[in-house]
């Protein structure tokens, strides 16, 4: 294996890490905000749950910024379609990510229940839209998206916001939210007591039935879709170019890579043992292990949709040769090398400050806690 190709299998990796990382990290605030209006059903109880996320939401974004600076600099093309073609999704995105930061800030600063109502609904829709969103950008990717290049690279995006909302997107948008929402109950389990965790338990449990069955179909529906394949390409060491390869368009080819690489099945197995998991745990009210149960599910979900792929990235469904691949969409050699070795230097200095603020965090968050210091928390 070459220097280059092992370096674009090595982002690609990493990419894969960082949406993970977002997911697990991120996802329990989304999460916890999706469960918001469901398991607290006093004003207490709302502090309870805003603050076992409170102190590191912030902290969590960095996963977010980490990935879209990753595709930025290590898959420059995928930057351009992504953020082009999905620019008004984008946007609808950040409108609710941004709601839910306003939200955390002005909620508990006056003692009114209609102003605190009203905030307490908007962290619900920063993380219903958001879960929803990141779904259905996956099902998109997975049945290719319609855009071309032409001759002089310059891309053409004929889609609309409402063709990105189709009936398969829209099931993988289902699939992220109640994934999430199970994520958020494993958490809430672990960082809450009395009827907020018993709560958090029974919706988990329910949540992560949800995540089977939908994540099943999704599976069999996913076996019918078109498939790409490449039928000619320059190479794993030259230069990215994305219109140097022809692309074929296999019909109900999507799921193809688990017959030639069957070891790939564990992602999706992963996915489906982790939710059992996660179930098993919360109904045996063992917040940690099912917490940890729930990241693996993420990760095995997450997972498949890469493995599905790849080499893809992002095929499109206007000109399957326009389409994305690990091997003509990256940046230089010389790029990925230099962010290899950053990467190496950074990267466990935000592991390891992410674990020292949990450790000093952890331990449930208590009503005591928040009658006796209401003014200075959430």
């Known amino acids: 294996m070459s220097l280059y190709e ?23 605030d989304l999460g916890a905000g999706i469960l918001l209006p469901i398991v607290a059903r ?18 969590n974004q ?3 910024i980490l990935g879209g600076g990753a595709i930025f600099a290590a898959w420059p093309p995928l930057y351009a379609v992504a953020f082009s073609g999905f620019y008004l999704a984008m946007l609808l995105l950040l409108a609710f990510l941004i709601l839910r930061a306003v939200s955390f800030t002005f909620r508990s600063k006056i003692e009114n229940s209609s102003w605190r109502t009203t905030w307490d609904i908007a962290l619900f829709l920063g993380g219903l839209v958001p879960a929803l969103v990141f779904g259905v950008a996956f099902g998109n990717v997975l049945q290719g998206v319609p855009f071309r290049f032409d001759d002089t690279l310059r891309m053409s995006y004929s ?52 995540v089977l069955v939908l994540f099943a179909l999704g599976g069999l529906w996913a076996s019918r ?29 999507l799921m193809a890579n688990y017959a030639a690489y069957p070891w790939m099945i564990a992602a999706p197995a992963l ?11 919360l109904r045996t009210r063992h917040g940690g292990l099912a917490f ?11 997972a498949t949709a890469g493995v599905s792929l790849f080499p893809f990235l992002l095929p499109s469904s206007l000109d399957p040769n326009s389409s994305l691949t690990v091997w003509d969409a990256s940046s230089s050699q010389t790029t990925l090398a230099v962010m290899t070795a950053a990467t190496v230097v950074l990267l466990p200095v935000v592991l390891a400050y ?25």
């Open 42 to 59: 006093t004003d207490v109880e709302r502090r309870v749950v805003i603050n076992t996320v409170g102190p590191v939401w912030e902290g």
């Open 159 to 210: 889609g609309t916001l409402f063709d990105l909302f189709n009936p398969f997107a829209l099931l993988c948008g289902l699939v992220s939210v109640f994934m999430l929402t199970m994520h958020g109950a494993s958490w809430l389990s672990m960082k809450t007591e009395d009827e907020v965790k018993a709560r958090a338990q029974r919706v988990g449990t329910i949540a992560g039935l949800l």
């Open 271 to 281: 996915g489906f043992l982790g939710t059992l998991a996660t179930m098993v745990f």
């Open 6 to 28: 092992a370096l674009r299998l090595l982002w690609w990796a990493v990419l894969g890490i960082l949406l993970i990382g977002f997911a697990i990290m991120d996802g329990l």
């Open 354 to 378: 992410t674990a020292w603020v949990y450790r000093v965090l952890r331990g449930p968050v208590t009503a005591e806690a928040i009658e006796a210091d209401s003014h200075g928390l959430y």
């Open 292 to 302: 940890l149960a729930s990241s693996l599910a993420q990760t095995g979900i997450i």
């Open 225 to 253: 879709l078109d498939g790409y394949g490449l039928a000619h390409f320059a190479g794993v060491d030259a230069p990215s170019n994305p219109l140097a390869k022809q692309v074929v368009r296999v019909p109900g080819g």
């Open 62 to 64: 960095v996963w977010l």
